[in-house]
Every structure is written in C-alpha cells, then in structure tokens.
C-alpha cells in the first residue's frame, strides 16, 4: 500500500471534495453520516452535466483516491454515466446527472432530523 497523508476520514473528505471542485461537479452536497449508519463517516453527492461528464468525475476521483491514499474504491456504474457509486471505505459519493439526482431525491432521504449538510 502506498505512503499516505490521509489520516482520517475527514482528510479524505477533503481530498474527495477537492477532486470534485477541480473537475467542476455542481451542487456538491456534504452529509455527515457518523452515529447514524455503519456504511461511512460520509456521503457526498453532486451532479455533472452529461454522462461523459459524470463518468469522467467519477474515473478522476477513483484515480486520484488510489494516488494519494492507496486505496482501491468500489465503483458502480460508470459504464452507463447516469449515476455512479464510488465506495472510498469511509467516504460514498454517488455523482449524478441533473435528471437522474432529482429523480431519486438521495439527499432528502438522508437529511433528517440533526443530519449536518454543507453545500458548495
């Protein structure tokens, strides 16, 4: 496994939401997921404008994760380009197109009660 500066999950939220902002994903949400569910400290979930752009995002991000932190993220449909889940371990970002984000409506199922959301 490679060196790596990623200390915690929080450095590896950054370093996502970074990779995110490089490749210009739109409304980039941030939910904080610890004390509510087992599957991560975070979700993260933004939009691209198309399919290539989605999936070029989402190939960005998994690339740039193996780089810094050594880790091989689990990655589900990237082929298609609609909506793909990458799994980083403590981070989930799923990247969606406009359509198909609005459709499914991921945010309000988790925004509940005391859940912490940060948009840029």
Same mark, same amino acid.
């Given at each position: 496994m490679a060196a790596s500066s990623i200390a915690n999950s929080e @450095? #590896? #939220?950054a370093l996502i939401l970074s990779s995110l902002d490089d490749d210009k994903a739109e409304e980039v /949400?941030?939910?904080d997921l610890r004390?509510?569910?087992e599957i991560g400290d975070y979700? /993260?979930?933004c939009s691209g404008r198309s399919t290539r752009q989605v999936s070029s995002i989402a190939e960005k991000l998994v690339q740039k994760v193996k780089d810094e932190t050594g880790r091989t993220s689990k990655v589900e449909g990237k082929d298609i380009g609609d909506w793909v889940l990458i799994d980083t371990g403590d981070v989930i970002v799923h990247v969606f197109r406009p359509e198909v984000r609005e459709?499914?409506?991921l945010e309000k199922m988790w925004l509940?009660? @005391?859940t912490a959301a940060v948009t840029s």
């Amino acid at each position: 496994m490679a060196a790596s500066s990623i200390a915690n999950s929080e @450095d #590896l #939220l950054a370093l996502i939401l970074s990779s995110l902002d490089d490749d210009k994903a739109e409304e980039v /949400v941030q939910i904080d997921l610890r004390g509510k569910t087992e599957i991560g400290d975070y979700m /993260v979930i933004c939009s691209g404008r198309s399919t290539r752009q989605v999936s070029s995002i989402a190939e960005k991000l998994v690339q740039k994760v193996k780089d810094e932190t050594g880790r091989t993220s689990k990655v589900e449909g990237k082929d298609i380009g609609d909506w793909v889940l990458i799994d980083t371990g403590d981070v989930i970002v799923h990247v969606f197109r406009p359509e198909v984000r609005e459709f499914y409506q991921l945010e309000k199922m988790w925004l509940g009660g @005391d859940t912490a959301a940060v948009t840029s």
